[in-house]
């Protein structure tokens, strides 16, 4: 199994920023790629961004590119979730989740990725 443990949340106001930590522990070389997902009130769960392990090839959901960036430290099992410029709408509780599925671009469904976080909620203040 693989266990992810997110960190990072918190409030904010409205164009500030945040990051998100996601620590992988566990049988970590079944994981081919760490993906964001975010569930609002009232919405489904939605894929925010994704990287790969081996080649750190990032995707991004379009309401978030060009404010969000995803990152990873291969060495330490961490993935990184940068929020900048964060709206009302980024509220929500934000998961990161592992997938084994090895296709580029990464998967951007939920029920496709094996193992997820606890979650950590972002709150921003308009």
Known sequence: ??????SGGGLVQ?????RLSCAASGRTGRSYALGWFRHAPGKE???VAGISWDLASAYYADSVKGRFTISRDFGKNLVYLQL?????????VYYCASTARRVLPIVRIPSEYDYWGQGTQVTVSS
């Open 1 to 6: 199994q693989v266990q992810l443990v997110e």
């Open 14 to 18: 409205a164009g500030g920023s945040l």
């Open 45 to 47: 769960r939605a894929f």
């Open 84 to 92: 900048n410029s964060l709206k009302s709408e980024d509220t929500a």
